[in-house]
Every structure is written in structure tokens, then in C-alpha cells.
């Protein structure tokens, strides 16, 4: 499309070749305006090697590109690139490249708290595009980067990349995974990356479970993507599946709770690690959560200092009612009364 829009501010009957360098002009001046905020039209004309009317055409190429450059008379005044309604493009030269995809896998590696789906989505779009002779240098510069931010699990930027890849691409990807007491060969459809803020988990489709199944990127070893291409399945919603697998899904109990509070108030309260909170209304919601026994999930929605209801299992409510009985009977009892010896108790008597 770009192409074309250039071919008709350019000559009718120019050659390939022509075209081909008014295009790279072009380019080079994108570049230029983006260096620093004004450039007069000598400026530009010498540094392209052209005369200041032929710098006329291209910034009107760019404007049809949809590139803001705004143009000025006076003192002071010449070309600027402003800002527009929608992101334009950006060129990048090889230094500037380097730069942007390694701090991208700082971000996605956790080092930003917030950034890392964000950084690993644009990412993707860089290494779409990144000249292979770019992808050694990020590499070498990537391992030397590192992270002090506590409680985020490291995650290899190669593995990262690769599953992006393979998610993007739609290519089915392999990796070796610990089950229980071994480790085994698992071959996926991969749909998303999705991360906790803490680790990075994999929503795929496992085709030796013929179902959907979450996976920790950290876990994962010797991790390849194929070039088999597969259709895209009908899939679940893939932050919201993740989020139910770490908070209820992995353990051997799971309780769910009505909480007669907002759903914003719970969520301040309970890490999405945790539980999974759902709006019902608005002054109530429900929560989602398990663990290796259900008195303690049971104590800690009690210790949100809300009203609530056990929605299920059933013997979580009997549970309740016993734990009653057992706490209104320790807060009823009244404990004996011991007497003082006359050598313990207190002297009034004053000094003088």
C-alpha cells in the first residue's frame, strides 16, 4: 500500500530503480525528523543530497503516509514531526534496535512490575522485523542484563520468545515438563502467554490430553516450536483460565464463597494468586479459591471481615457449623478465678 502511494507522487514512467531510491529517501527522512524537533529545508536538502523542492515532495509523501510534519516560516521555524491521531510507524536504525528489544526483554522478563505482557506483545512485533543480523547482538546483551526485583520467578528470554513465536505463527510447539514424579515430553498447540505478575504460564492445547492445560514457563526445558501449522480451536478465556488453575485448580480442595462485599474491595484484599473474585452485583461477589485443606481457605475468607456464604462444597458448611458451636463455646465459657498470695499482691504503702 505504501509503495503504491509513493508511485503516484513519483514519476509515471520512472524506473524501478528511481523508485526504489525514492522510497529510501524517504525513509532517510523519516529518520531525520525523528532525531530532533525542527529541521529547516536547506538542512534537509543538504543532507539528503537534493534540492529543497524535491524535500517538499517527500514530506508530502509522509504527510500521505500519514505522518504529522507540520512546516513553519520565520525564525526559527522549518519541518517537525508532531504527534498524530493514531501511532505511526517508527524507524529504527541498528543501535536504536538493539536497545529497544533488549530493555522489551527487561520488561518481559518481569524487571518492569506491570510491563511484562505489554513488553512481550511488542516483543513479538519487533522480532517480526528484526534483521537477523540484529538477533546475536540482543541475545549476547539480553543475558547480561539482570533483575533485583524480588518475588518474580526468571524465566529464560529465549523460551519466552520461542512460545511467543509459536503462539503468533500458530506452529505447534514441545517441551520437556515435570508430572509428579517424572518428567515427560508434552506437545501443544500454543494460544497465549499470560503472566501473574510473579511467573509466566503457557494456556495450550495439550494434544496427548486432548484438552486445555496451563503450564509454568519456568518449568519448562528444552522447549522447540515446529513448523506444523494447526487451526485454531475454539478457546477459553485465557487470563481468566490461567488465574482459576493457580488459585483453585492445582489443589485438592476448592471452595467457593458468596462475599457480601464489592468485588473491588475483595480483589484489594486477596492476591489474584489466590483467589479468583467474581463481581455478583454490586455489593456483593463470589470467590473462588483452594488449598490442601479447606479450613484453611475457610479462615482466611473469614478474616476479610465480611459476611459471607458457603456456596460449595456442602461439607465445607458443616464444617462451619462445627467450628461454630466449637468457637461460641470458647467465647461463652468462663475461665476460674486465682486468688492472689498476700506476698504477690500490690503494696500501697508510700515511701516517707
Known amino acids: 500500500m505504501r509503495s503504491a502511494r509513493l508511485g503516484k507522487m513519483g514519476d509515471v514512467d520512472a524506473p524501478r530503480g528511481d ?50 510534519v507540520h512546516a513553519s516560516q520565520g525564525v526559527g521555524g522549518g519541518y517537525q514531526l508532531g504527534p498524530g491521531q493514531d ?30 505482557d505489554a513488553a512481550l506483545r511488542a516483543l513479538t512485533k519487533l522480532d517480526r522485523v528484526l534483521p537477523t543480523r540484529l538477533r546475536h547482538e540482543v541475545r549476547a546483551l539480553s543475558g547480561s542484563v539482570e533483575s533485583f526485583v524480588a518475588g518474580r520467578t526468571p524465566v529464560d528470554s529465549e523460551v519466552l520468545m520461542t512460545l511467543a513465536r509459536a503462539c ?27 503472566t501473574s505478575g510473579q511467573r509466566w504460564y503457557l494456556l495450550a492445547y495439550d494434544l496427548d490430553r486432548d484438552d486445555w492445560r496451563s503450564f509454568r514457563v519456568d518449568r519448562m526445558t ?46 484489594a484484599q486477596i492476591p489474584a494468586s489466590a483467589a479468583v473474585v467474581r463481581q455478583r452485583g454490586s455489593e456483593q461477589c463470589e470467590v473462588i479459591s483452594g ?14 471481615g465480611h459476611e459471607f456464604e458457603v456456596l460449595d462444597p456442602p461439607e465445607l458448611r458443616r464444617r462451619c457449623r462445627a467450628l461454630a458451636r466449637r468457637l461460641l463455646s470458647a467465647g461463652t465459657s468462663t475461665p476460674p478465678v486465682q486468688e492472689r498470695s498476700h506476698e504477690s499482691r500490690p503494696s500501697l504503702a508510700r515511701d516517707g
Open 19 to 68: 523508485e526504489r531510491g525514492t522510497t529510501e529517501r524517504v525513509l532517510t527522512l523519516l529518520g531525520l525528523l525523528q532525531q530532533r524537533p525542527v529541521w529547516t529545508g536547506p538542512e534537509l536538502a543538504d543532507r539528503l543530497g537534493v534540492t529543497p523542492r524535491t524535500v517538499r515532495r517527500d514530506v508530502e509523501r509522509l504527510r500521505m503516509l500519514g505522518y504529522p
Open 87 to 116: 501511532l505511526p510507524p517508527l524507524l529504527l536504525d541498528d543501535e536504536e534496535a538493539i536497545a529497544t528489544a533488549v530493555s522489551l526483554l527487561a520488561g518481559a522478563g518481569g524487571a518492569v512490575a506491570g510491563a511484562a
Open 168 to 194: 503468533r505463527d500458530q506452529v505447534e510447539a514441545g517441551f520437556d515438563y515435570p508430572s509428579e514424579a517424572e518428567t515427560r515430553r508434552r506437545r501443544v498447540e500454543p494460544y497465549r502467554l499470560v
Open 222 to 267: 528444552d522447549v522447540s516450536a515446529r513448523t506444523w501449522r494447526f487451526r485454531p480451536r475454539a478457546a477459553p478465556d485465557a487470563a481468566a483460565y490461567v488465574q482459576e488453575g493457580v488459585a483453585s485448580r492445582v489443589y485438592p480442595h476448592q471452595a467457593r464463597f458468596l462475599v457480601k462485599a464489592p468485588a473491588d474491595t475483595v480483589r
Open 291 to 304: 488449598a490442601a485443606s479447606l479450613d484453611f481457605v475457610l479462615m482466611h475468607v473469614l478474616l476479610l
